[in-house]
């Protein structure tokens, strides 16, 4: 194992940036569809810039 040291790093390297994302994704994609919901339920019909 000790000199697979390097992929050992990349993986995890590669795991942890994966998770970021994944994460970041998901937190922003729930807070766009309950502000999708909110304009929605509001009844407005002008689409927002």
Partial sequence: MSEHWFWLLLT???VGWYSTVTIY????????????LRH????SHDAET
């Fill in 12 to 14: 995890l390297a590669c």
């Fill in 25 to 36: 994704v998901a937190i922003k994609g729930a807070a766009d569809i309950k502000s999708m």
């Fill in 40 to 43: 929605l339920s509001g009844g």
